[in-house]
């Protein structure tokens, strides 16, 4: 653990000195709960992601099922290994009161494919499709409300001569004149804008 936080600690003479940081592709092992206290200084943070990534990250946190051992680390951790986000540290000194201290930074790397890693995560975890809601007319509704069993052929006549007469009063209801529209209306001879239309209705690395 120390070697692998104190190698990153190297610093050049003016002090601009950055690393550039990416996981293992062959990486298949767990991840060591030391890491994070590695990770809280040289990881990387979701600001500094595309907004695409970030909502990218967000869907990922929110139907990737994670083990007791990897939900100690955060979801960016994660998301950055899975799919292998590069990205950018480097470090400066800082006076904190009467200390010394290290302030860490980091950057994103702007040359990495996000389309790709955004493709590869819907892969494994993918939209939920929504299923299509079945409409139905009144005249639908009233027909399978209707019990039929048990009627004698003249209740029968009966109801069929009800139903007839319930549709022809639906269809009479569904039929509006053009006159009678425009009659119900309520206009404002005071709006200026009451009949206004639209206008525009139809219309390489940077150091740090």
């Known amino acids: 653990?120390?070697?692998?936080?104190?190698?990153?600690?190297?610093?050049?003479?003016?002090?601009?000195?950055?690393?550039?940081?990416?996981?293992?592709?062959?990486?298949?092992?767990?991840?060591?709960?030391?890491?994070?206290?590695?990770?809280?200084?040289?990881?990387?943070?979701?600001?500094?992601?595309?907004?695409?990534?970030?909502?990218?990250?967000?869907?990922?946190?929110?139907?990737?099922?994670?083990?007791?051992?990897?939900?100690?680390?955060?979801?960016?951790?994660?998301?950055?290994?899975?799919?292998?986000?590069?990205?950018?540290?480097?470090?400066?000194?800082?006076?904190?009161?009467?200390?010394?201290?290290?302030?860490?930074?980091?950057?994103?790397?702007?040359?990495?494919?996000i389309n790709k890693i955004i493709s590869q995560m819907h892969e494994e975890y993918p939209l939920p499709v929504e299923k299509p809601i079945a409409l139905r007319t009144r005249s639908q509704s009233s027909l399978e409300s209707v019990q039929i069993s048990g009627k004698s052929s003249k209740e029968l006549k009966e109801l069929a001569q009800q139903l007839i007469a319930h549709s022809q009063q639906l269809e009479s209801e569904e039929q509006v004149s053009p006159t009678d529209s425009v009659g119900s209306v309520n206009r404002d001879p005071t709006d200026p804008f009451q009949d206004a239309q639209d206008p525009y209705s139809g219309h390489d690395l940077d150091s740090i």
């Open 1 to 113: 653990m120390d070697a692998f936080e104190k190698v990153l600690f190297f610093q050049n003479q003016n002090f601009d000195h950055s690393w550039f940081i990416m996981f293992g592709k062959d990486f298949k092992g767990m991840t060591p709960s030391w890491f994070l206290q590695w990770w809280e200084k040289f990881g990387s943070i979701p600001l500094i992601f595309p907004e695409p990534l970030q909502d990218a990250l967000k869907y990922f946190d929110s139907r990737c099922s994670s083990s007791k051992h990897r939900s100690q680390f955060p979801a960016i951790m994660v998301f950055s290994q899975r799919y292998k986000i590069h990205w950018i540290s480097r470090w400066n000194y800082s006076i904190n009161g009467n200390l010394l201290d290290r302030e860490f930074f980091v950057k994103w790397w702007d040359s990495l494919k």
